[in-house]
């Protein structure tokens, strides 16, 4: 018991107080991020139908300005995967260098661009790209955000 009250000591110095913001920061972003795990997952289905729609200003109350075809409908749903085949190699390789907790910190920016692409997105490109990066961060997550609970 004296040996991890040292080591806690040694971490924070003697007489200081730790700072838990990056710790809370980081639990936020964890549960963040197996939110938006979930809505990546979820958003090409009910995306992609209405993105193949034909549909003309009088029919619905929203039509999308990008029309895409089936076989782009197939590329920008499974654009998700290969964004997470190399998210997660990354993330291992980021947990050596930067910790879980900084791991974790850094998956926000790439959630942000990933949505916003999706988002804002004026073509095919933007949406695809959009899937790739928020495909990526899931595969970062999956990894970072499992590990920063051990």
């Known amino acids: 018991m004296e040996h991890a009250s040292n080591s806690n000591t040694n971490l924070v110095g ?27 997952t979820g958003f090409a289905s009910p995306a992609s139908a209405e993105l193949s729609s034909n549909c003309t200003s009088n029919e619905t109350a929203w039509c ?4 895409i075809t089936d076989e782009q409908t197939g590329m920008f749903v499974s654009t998700v995967s290969l964004g997470a085949l190399i998210g997660g190699p990354v993330a291992g390789m980021l947990m ?10 850094f998956s926000l920016l790439p959630y942000l661009l990933g949505w916003s692409l999706l988002g804002f997105a004026q073509n095919f490109g933007m949406l695809v790209a959009g899937q790739f990066v928020a495909g990526a961060v899931r595969g970062y997550d999956v990894l970072g955000g499992s590990n920063l609970h051990c």
């Open 64 to 67: 999308s300005p990008i029309h």
């Open 96 to 105: 050596n260098v930067i910790g879980r907790r900084g791991t974790m910190l």
């Open 14 to 40: 003697v007489g200081a107080t730790p700072r838990h913001l990056t710790q809370y920061i980081a639990g936020i972003s964890a549960a963040m991020g197996a939110m938006s795990m979930g809505a990546v």
